[in-house]
Structure formats: C-alpha cells, structure tokens
C-alpha cells in the first residue's frame, strides 16, 4: 500500500485537534508554537494545562513514546502531535503550522516563500533565543546557574553590548527591505509565523534585559522591530491569549531576569 502523502495526511487530519506536549509553569520554547495556534483560532490541547501533562513530556522524553512504527523516537520537548504524526524541534514544528494554519505567504504564487520565512525563523531563534539562553548557562546546561555566574556576566554584558544590537539590527534592515512589503510584518505585507517568532523573542528579552532593550528602543535605530512587537501584542487574539491565564509567566525558561546580568550595553 503506498505511503499517505503530506496533501492527504493534511486532508484526514484537518478536524484534529493539535496537541503541544511542553514542560508545565514555563512559557518556553513552546510559546512560539502557543501564539501560532492561538493567533490562528486552532483548536489545540496544551499539555502544560493539564493535571498530568508532565507524564506525556516524560513519556517522550524518556523513549516511552511514540510506540508505532513510523514516528522516530524524539529527544527533547516541544513536541506536537496531530493525528498520528508526533515531531519535534520548534522551527520544525513551525514549518508543518505554518501553511496549514494560514500564516505564510501565498505558496501558490510564491513557493519559495516558506523558506525565505523559515530563515527569518531560524535567526531569530538562533541569535535572540538560543543566545540569551547561553548568558545564563554559558558553561553547561546541567550546572546551576548559581555555579557559572561570573561566566554568565561576562557572557550577558557581551551579548547586550555586541549580539543583540547585531541581531535587531539585522531585522530591521529586513522590515525596511521591498521584501518586506507593505505593513510592519517582515515578509511579503503579511503577518506569518515569523513575525510571531521575533515578537516573542524580543518579549523575552524584554523581560530579560529591561535596561539594554529600553535603551535600545529609546536610541530609535531599531524602530521597525519595537513596532512590529507592538503590533503583534494589539492583535485581537494575541491580545486576548496575552491576557489570559494561558499565557504563562516567564520564569526559569529561555528568558531570566537576574538583577546581575541586567547590562544597559
């Protein structure tokens, strides 16, 4: 029997609801995959709303699960699973939301499209998320932070005077490209997934560096980037998720506050 395709698997799973499979009590990695859904008016269960969801993160983690013979066994959350597919790595995730949930370009008229968005995607994710995340475990991931702090002032003051004015300023020159179009989304003259990416980028680093930020913004060279942040968080239903108890406080996820490693740059 021949295999299902992507058409006809989107075909059969159109009415299922998603299910995000994400550590309880943080927003996360998995807040890029939440405001897509959300923005999007998908139907979609969080498992880190649920009494037990960690056991489904565990699950996964620990090789329990997937038990069928086509889902390859995943490392890390966040995990989706629809219908009978179960993947992993955010921008992965992002790149199956995407053009099923409406937030990309017309891939009809513009095939190449997805890719142009899914750089932007990586980007940020690499030098506004993954970065960040390094200033407050620079040496290693399963040491305390309380045990690599003097590496994580050296590694936060850097990262505010030199990388994220580096990065911002990359996306600005993006919104004031013709690429962009018309709008503040940074491709195409419409909001995609990547616009949500960025905004939840620059929200965590908002929280996790007030001063650079606030200086930052204040100095107006990166004005295209605080706009589009503005005008994500005004969007009827991000507004309302951001206002819900859905919307998870930042805590010990990507973006930190520690009073230490707040540098103006």
Request: glycine share 8%; aromatic share 10%.
């Amino acid at each position: 029997m021949a295999s299902e395709t992507p058409a006809k698997r989107q075909k059969s799973s159109k009415d299922v609801p998603y299910r995000l499979i994400y550590w309880p009590g943080l927003p996360g990695r998995g807040e890029h995959i939440r405001l897509t859904l959300e923005e999007a008016g998908a139907e979609y269960v969080d498992t880190a709303h649920l009494e037990d969801g960690i056991n489904d993160v565990l699950a996964y983690n620990s090789g329990e699960q997937p038990k069928d013979e086509t889902n390859i066994p995943l490392f890390a959350p966040p995990f989706l699973q629809h219908g009978d597919l179960v993947i992993s790595q955010t921008p992965n995730i992002l790149l199956y939301l995407g053009p099923r949930l409406g937030l990309v370009t017309d891939l009809e008229n513009d095939p190449d499209g997805l890719y142009r968005i899914n750089s932007l995607v990586l980007t940020a994710l690499d030098g506004l998320s993954n970065e960040p995340h390094d200033c407050h475990h620079p040496i290693a991931t399963g040491l305390y932070y309380e045990d690599q702090k003097e590496e994580s002032k050296r590694k936060a003051e850097d990262y505010v005077k030199n990388r994220l004015p580096k990065f911002l300023g990359y996306f600005q020159r993006v919104l004031e490209s013709k690429a962009s179009g018309d709008g503040p989304w940074l491709y195409g003259g419409k909001l995609t997934y990547a616009d949500l990416v960025l905004f939840q980028c620059l929200d965590g680093l908002m929280f996790m560096f007030p001063k650079a930020t606030t200086k930052l913004e204040r100095e107006g060279k990166h004005g295209k980037v605080f706009a589009l942040h503005k005008a994500v968080a005004e969007r009827p239903r991000i507004e309302s998720y951001l206002e819900s108890s859905r919307r998870q406080k930042y805590s010990n996820g990507v973006y930190r506050y520690y009073e230490e490693l707040d540098f103006e740059g």
